[in-house]
Structure formats: C-alpha cells, structure tokens
C-alpha cells in the first residue's frame, strides 16, 4: 500500500501592478481629479460644502431654474469653467443650448459623486 500524497497548495495572492494609482478621491491635495469628457476636472473638495451650491441645486430640481446652472458650473471647476463648458458646445451652430448646458452640469454632478 502507498502512501497519498497530500495536494493541498497555498494560492498566491494576486499581483497588483506597480504603476496603480489610487482613485481621485483617495488623494490627499484636497482636489477632486474628476475623469470628464476626456478632460481632468480639478474640483476643490471645499467647493463642495458651500450653502450657496446647495440652494441653487435644490432651485434647479424644485423649479427647474436653468439660471443657477452657470453658478454652480463655476463654483465647482473655477479656472477650467470655459474649458469644461466648451465640450457642451455645439459644432454647427457654436452655440451651447440650455438642455447641453444643463445636462453638462448634471453629468459632472454624477462623476463627482457616481453612487448618487
């Protein structure tokens, strides 16, 4: 009679790679570094505990007021805020309509916070 030989192996913990980097909101400069429309929005974390930017969002949402839409864009990208409008531009007539505009702000909102 022979022996059985024991075939238990420890698995190897998976490698992670060496270049990972951790996710924007994970860094510790006080900035969001937001993935957006093929650009890198900076959002101050600051910019997000504001009182004002709370009460144009809940304008927008129980109004529908589009005038406080611009406000809130500038509030949370500041100095990127003509850059990060033109990707709601459009081509043909150079003009940036109120449903881009609106959605522009909207879809930033969500990349800000995605489980929302």
């Known amino acids: 009679m022979t022996a059985a030989k024991s075939t238990t192996t420890k698995?190897?913990?998976p490698k992670q790679p060496a270049d990972r980097k951790p996710p924007a909101d994970e860094?510790?400069?006080g900035v969001l570094h937001?993935?957006?429309r093929?650009?890198?929005v900076d959002v101050p974390r600051e910019a997000l505990d504001d009182f004002e930017l709370i009460?144009?969002?809940a304008?927008?949402?129980r109004q529908g007021d589009l005038t406080v839409l611009p406000g809130v864009l500038d509030r949370l990208v500041g100095d990127q805020y003509r850059e990060v409008l033109e990707?709601?531009?459009d081509k043909s007539t150079g003009r940036i309509s109120l449903e881009a505009g609106a959605t522009l702000v909207?879809?930033?909102l969500g990349a800000l916070d995605p489980n929302s």
């Open 11 to 13: 698995k190897a913990a």
């Open 27 to 29: 860094r510790d400069d």
């Open 34 to 36: 937001v993935p957006f």
């Open 38 to 40: 093929g650009l890198t």
């Open 55 to 57: 009460a144009d969002l």
């Open 59 to 61: 304008a927008f949402e």
């Open 87 to 89: 990707t709601a531009r």
């Open 106 to 108: 909207q879809e930033l």
